[in-house]
């Protein structure tokens, strides 16, 4: 039979705007939460990360939201570049006793830069 | 520091034979992680060790899949015997707390 592939959410954006991905996740009891990068033929890069007594955290070019009212995540990427293209993760880790240390990934979004 | 360094960066074996995948972590990381990612199912985490100690192995699909952890720097993953539906990327993962350093990945195919 034919197999299906898995479909990753995609934004194409142009070089110099501003670029958000999102992420929703269900653990309620997640304390800590993680943006990789992970660019085609190499493992994920750690971007930026959160705790969950934070709403935002900044870092060069790149800002993480989290709103735990309704369990979003996102990331958002100032004057997106060329380089910035790759598929983005992001990662959860659950509070279930002696589980902190396992991340949970999303499926993951594929940002495209056009020149 | 040279990252976690993960051998081979390819593999093709013919369906049937032993596979082992190594994984060398980041000096003074505590926890090791495998994980497979495949297009399917994105990433997924076969087992992970804290201080050499497996201690959660639910994501090992069934019992051709084997890992150990004989010292701090170095892990093994293998699969015997290995089908093509094995075929994906495996990644080795280490942290000290919460903070995640992934190896380059070795790329499995089963012919």
């Known amino acids: 039979g034919e197999s299906v592939g898995l479909h990753l959410p995609t934004l194409s954006v142009q070089e110099g705007d501003n670029s958000i991905i999102n992420c929703a996740y269900s653990n309620s009891a997640s304390d800590y939460f993680i943006w990789y990068k992970q660019e085609s033929g190499k493992g994920p890069q750690f971007i930026i990360d959160i705790r969950s007594n934070m709403d935002k955290r900044q870092g060069q070019r790149v800002t993480v939201l989290l709103n735990k009212t309704v369990k979003h995540l996102s990331l958002q990427i100032a004057a997106t570049q060329p380089g910035d293209s790759a598929v983005y993760f992001c990662a959860e880790t659950g509070d279930s006793g002696g589980s902190n240390y396992k991340l949970t990934f999303g499926k993951g979004t594929l940002l495209t830069v056009n020149p | 520091d040279a990252g976690v360094i993960q051998s081979p960066r390819h593999e093709v074996t013919e369906m049937g034979q032993e596979v082992t995948l190594r994984c060398k972590p980041i000096s003074g990381h505590n926890s090791l992680f495998w994980y497979r990612q495949t297009m399917m199912r994105g990433l997924e985490l076969l087992i992970y060790?804290?201080?050499?100690?497996?201690?959660?192995d639910s994501g090992m699909p069934e019992d051709r899949f084997s890992a150990k952890m004989p010292n701090a720097s170095f892990s093994t993953l293998k699969i015997q015997p290995s089908e093509p539906r094995d075929s994906a990327v495996y990644f080795c993962a280490s942290s000290f707390g919460h903070g995640y350093t992934f190896g380059s990945g070795t790329r499995l195919t089963v012919v």
């Open positions: 060790f804290n201080n050499n100690v497996p201690i959660d």
